[in-house]
Every structure is written in structure tokens, then in C-alpha cells.
């Protein structure tokens, strides 16, 4: 079974920093791709940025040259190094990435979310 586990939540002054971290772990193929997405109350979830294997990136709008994503292939973990945070980055981040699992094929999966609060 895989599973993803993110670390790194938690509240933070505007302006500061935090950096996430999602692990995937369990029986499987490859990873294709990961990501980052969020959810802020009374909002739908949105991608915050992505990142295939290759390295490849893509950000929104919102959050380009303040947050990166990076990946450690070796470690199957994604990372998302938050800067300049701002109220409005405030929701639960949620890790995801497309994996490939021999039995099933390819697929979503998903972590359990972590709490970002920034405060003003």
C-alpha cells in the first residue's frame, strides 16, 4: 500500500518561511510526477506546484518566486520550500503524486494535509 506523509506545518509571521516535506513510501513501481496543492476555508483545492522526475516544474500564479519545489528521487520525498508567506497562504496543504504501482497501474494518491497558518 503506499502511502505519502508530509511534515512541516505550522504557523508562522507574515513574511516568514516554512518549508514542507512529503514522503512516499510502500510497495511500488515508479513515481511519475508530485505536488503540492492547498485549501483554504470556503475554498476549493487548488495546486499550489508540481514536479515530475524529471524535474520539471509549474507553479501558480500566486505563490511563482516566492515558493519552490524540489524533489529527491532517491528518498521518493518532495519538498516545498515556502518563503515570503502571507495570510493569504494560509490552508491545508495537501501532498499528491501520480505513482505507479504494478498491480493497480498508474495512479493519485494522497497525503492526509498539513496546517499552514500565517498570521498578520
Known amino acids: 500500500q503506499v502511502q505519502l506523509v508530509e511534515s512541516g506545518g505550522g504557523l508562522v509571521q507574515a513574511g516568514g518561511s516554512l518549508r514542507l516535506s512529503c514522503a512516499a513510501s510502500?510497495?511500488?513501481?515508479?513515481?511519475?510526477?508530485m505536488a503540492w496543492y492547498r485549501q483554504a476555508p470556503g475554498k476549493q483545492r487548488e495546486l499550489v506546484a508540481e514536479i515530475t522526475t524529471g524535474g520539471s516544474t509549474n507553479y501558480a500564479a500566486s505563490v511563482k518566486g516566492r515558493f519552490t519545489i524540489s524533489i529527491d528521487n532517491a528518498k521518493n520525498t518532495a519538498f516545498l520550500q515556502m518563503n515570503s508567506l502571507n495570510p493569504e497562504d494560509t490552508a491545508v496543504y495537501y501532498c499528491?503524486?501520480?505513482?505507479?504501482?504494478?498491480?493497480?497501474?498508474?495512479?493519485?494518491?494522497w497525503g492526509q494535509g498539513t496546517q499552514v497558518t500565517v498570521s498578520s
Open positions: 499528491n503524486a501520480l505513482i505507479v504501482v504494478l498491480t493497480v497501474g498508474r495512479r493519485d494518491y
Open positions: 510502500g510497495r511500488f513501481f515508479s513515481i511519475n510526477r
